[in-house]
T-cell receptor, first 116, second 110 residues
Framework: ETGVTQTPRHLVMGMTNKKSLKCEQH?????MYWYKQSAKKPLELMFV???????ENNSVPSRFSPECPNSSHLFLHLHTLQPEDSALYLC???????????????FGPGTRLTVL | DAKTTQPTSMDCAEGRAANLPCNHS???????VYWYRQIHSQGPQYIIH???NNETNEMASLIITEDRKSSTLILPHATLRDTAVYYC???????????FGKGTLLTVNP
């Protein structure tokens, strides 16, 4: 238990569906992250929020829409996904809003997404 | 961030020390060495990090060479539950990004 929770843990959706992934951190951290891990590929950073402001968007398609309503919650809204978007989606949080070198990220358990 | 090189896989007997090496020959002075592990289909778990001094916590020890071009993660008494992919990551400056490579699959055998 890292203090970062994600729901749902598993999600199956069709290409025309709209769904949302939720992340909550109970650590009092100031930065939150979305990562994607496709089968047999390294984790890829998708988005970074620092003090509820998006500070990084690593060329992620617009069918993925993040939202950070407060420092404890992070959402990833999904719409019109493709089968190749099936992956493990991981949320992380860290203390330092500047992301300094010594700032440690703590990960949630992930949401396993399958797009049919 | 500097690139890291790790062996693809390693085996270790239960109860013995597991020593996982990592090369990071292009590391810069302000970059930290981080270790995470990921048990199948779970989120990565933070283990330890260091700058230039050796570090120890309840999970592991981190030995960084004097020139900082390589490091070793030591699990002193490996258990079956330590079977996982171990990632060595160099992170520095004001960079949010953790760049995960392929890591080392450590298999602890009974």
């Amino acid at each position: 238990e890292t203090g970062v929770t994600q729901t749902p843990r598993h999600l199956v959706m069709g290409m025309t569906n709209k769904k949302s992934l939720k992340c909550e951190q109970h650590l009092g951290h100031n930065a939150m992250y979305w990562y994607k891990q496709s089968a047999k590929k390294p984790l890829e950073l998708m988005f970074v929020y620092s003090l509820e402001e998006r500070v990084e968007n690593n060329s992620v398609p617009s069918r993925f829409s993040p939202e950070c309503p407060n420092s404890s919650h992070l959402f990833l809204h999904l719409h019109t996904l493709q089968p190749e978007d099936s992956a493990l989606y991981l949320c992380a949080s860290s203390q330092d809003p500047t992301g300094r070198g010594t700032d440690t990220q703590y990960f949630g358990p992930g949401t396993r997404l399958t797009v049919l | 961030d500097a690139k890291t090189t790790q062996p693809t896989s390693m085996d270790c007997a239960e109860g013995r020390a597991a020593n996982l090496p990592c090369n990071h020959s292009t590391i810069s002075g302000n970059e930290y060495v981080y270790w995470y592990r990921q048990i199948h289909s779970q989120g990565p778990q933070y283990i330890i990090h260091g700058l230039k001094n050796n570090e120890t916590n309840e999970m592991a020890s981190l030995i960084i060479t004097e020139d900082r071009k390589s490091s070793t993660l030591i699990l002193p008494h490996a258990t079956l539950r330590d079977t996982a992919v171990y990632y060595c990551i160099v992170k520095g400056g004001s960079n949010y990004k953790l760049t995960f490579g392929k890591g080392t699959l450590l298999t602890v055998n009974p």
